[in-house]
């Protein structure tokens, strides 16, 4: 996927990939950088197929699932079944607008608060 590879380079001559920038504000890993890449380029999918497909425990997609729902980035579906047990969720990215916006919105913030710092930062280390 190409998110994998694109890379931005900073002020300080550093390339960064998108995935860093996850990581810095979302404190997003790896793996849950994988699963959000998988929901996303399969629209729908379950927790079962995320295991299969990604190879890795069903534990730890569940944890990366989880994370990814509470930040905002997938939802998650309650489907119906006659039979008893646990329930079943089918997980959905955000469509490509609204994660856009989120992301885009969050990036300021993060930007924002670094920004409000620095007056602090210049009086604490030049003197008033």
Same mark, same amino acid.
Do not use: C, H, W
């Given at each position: 996927?190409?998110?994998?590879?694109?890379?931005?380079?900073?002020?300080?001559? $550093?390339? /960064?990939?998108?995935? +860093?920038?996850?990581t810095f504000c979302y404190d997003i890993s790896d793996t849950e950088f994988k699963v959000l890449q998988t929901v996303i380029e399969k629209k729908t999918i379950t927790e079962d197929e995320l295991?299969?497909?990604? $190879?890795?425990?069903? /534990?730890?997609v569940n944890r990366s699932l989880n994370k990814l729902?509470?930040?905002?980035f997938i939802e998650r579906e309650k489907v119906?079944?006659?039979k008893g047990g646990r329930p079943k969720y089918?997980?959905?990215?955000? +469509? $490509?607008?609204?994660?856009?916006?989120?992301?885009?919105? +969050?990036?300021?913030?993060c930007s924002e608060?670094?920004?409000?710092?620095?007056p602090s930062f210049i009086r604490s280390s030049f003197g008033s």
């Open positions: 996927m190409q998110l994998e590879t694109e890379r931005i380079t900073l002020p300080s001559g $550093k390339e /960064a990939k998108l995935i +860093d920038a996850l295991v299969e497909m990604l $190879k890795l425990s069903k /534990a730890s729902v509470s930040l905002g119906q079944s006659n089918l997980y959905k990215a955000l +469509d $490509k607008e609204e994660l856009m916006k989120k992301l885009t919105e +969050d990036f300021k913030k608060m670094f920004i409000n710092t620095l």
